[in-house]
């Protein structure tokens, strides 16, 4: 059975920082891209971050320079690290991971207000 954990989300203030976990199972962590997805209401879902299994990063430009991505194979565990966080980073943030098939996490609520 396949799962994907997302922890780590919560309430900050504008400027803070969180640190995303996501603990995978259930299938070969190390060969499957990893990606982070957010969700705010009555918005579509959007890519955030990826990273390949040789640890290739790609972000949207909406975070570049403010999160880090990176990948754990040995405790098969993705993480988002987020600094400077604004209002508009407030959204349910998903794990992803991708070979052939597609899996997603539950999500995590990630609320930026002071």
């Known amino acids: 059975q396949v799962q994907l954990v997302e922890s780590g989300g919560g309430l900050v203030q504008p400027g803070g920082s969180l640190r995303l976990s996501c603990a995978a199972s259930?299938?070969?962590?190390?060969?499957?891209?990893m990606s982070w997805y957010r969700q705010a209401p009555g918005k579509e879902r959007e890519l955030v971050a990826s990273?390949?299994?040789?640890?290739?990063?790609n972000y949207a430009d909406s975070v570049k320079d403010r999160f880090t991505i990176s990948r754990d194979n040995a405790k098969n565990t993705v993480y988002l690290q987020m600094n400077s966080l604004k209002a508009e980073d407030t959204a349910v943030y998903f794990c992803?991971?991708?070979?052939?098939?597609?899996?997603w996490g539950q999500g995590t609520q990630v609320t930026v207000s002071s």
């Open positions: 990273i390949s299994g040789a640890g290739t990063t």
């Open positions: 259930g299938f070969t962590f190390s060969s499957y891209v």
């Open positions: 992803k991971a991708r070979r052939i098939s597609t899996y």
